[in-house]
């Protein structure tokens, strides 16, 4: 086999919108925006079921999308090593939340 072929990419498929219409081809099409946006036809996101984040990859010329969940934890950690927290100042901010609270609440007699 000759290496070109092997690296050879499929070509894109050529449709006319009326063409698929007037022979009732089942087919679906998702149209991108000048901002690379995509609408993904709801049928197809129910089929996967219901994700907010994809992994997206370009695979033989073909973008193939992987739902896939975020776990809220690492969002948490991501978010607090942004702003620079370390484990001391949580236990601070607990310590203090929990005296706030006691100072607030009515004493038993």
């Known amino acids: 086999m000759a290496l070109s072929a092997a690296l050879e990419l499929p070509q894109q498929k050529l449709y006319s919108k009326d063409s698929l219409l007037s022979a009732g081809v089942a087919i679906m099409l998702a149209k991108m925006t000048s901002k690379n946006q995509l609408t993904l036809p709801k049928s197809v996101t129910a089929a996967v079921g219901s994700s907010e984040y994809f992994e997206v990859e ?5 973008i193939v999308l992987t739902p896939v969940r975020i776990q809220r934890g690492d969002a948490v950690r991501a978010k607090l090593a942004e702003l620079g927290l370390q484990h001391q100042d949580i236990e601070d901010a607990v310590s203090w939340a929990r005296r706030a609270q006691v100072a607030k609440s009515p004493r038993k007699k």
């Open 58 to 62: 370009a695979r033989n010329g073909q």
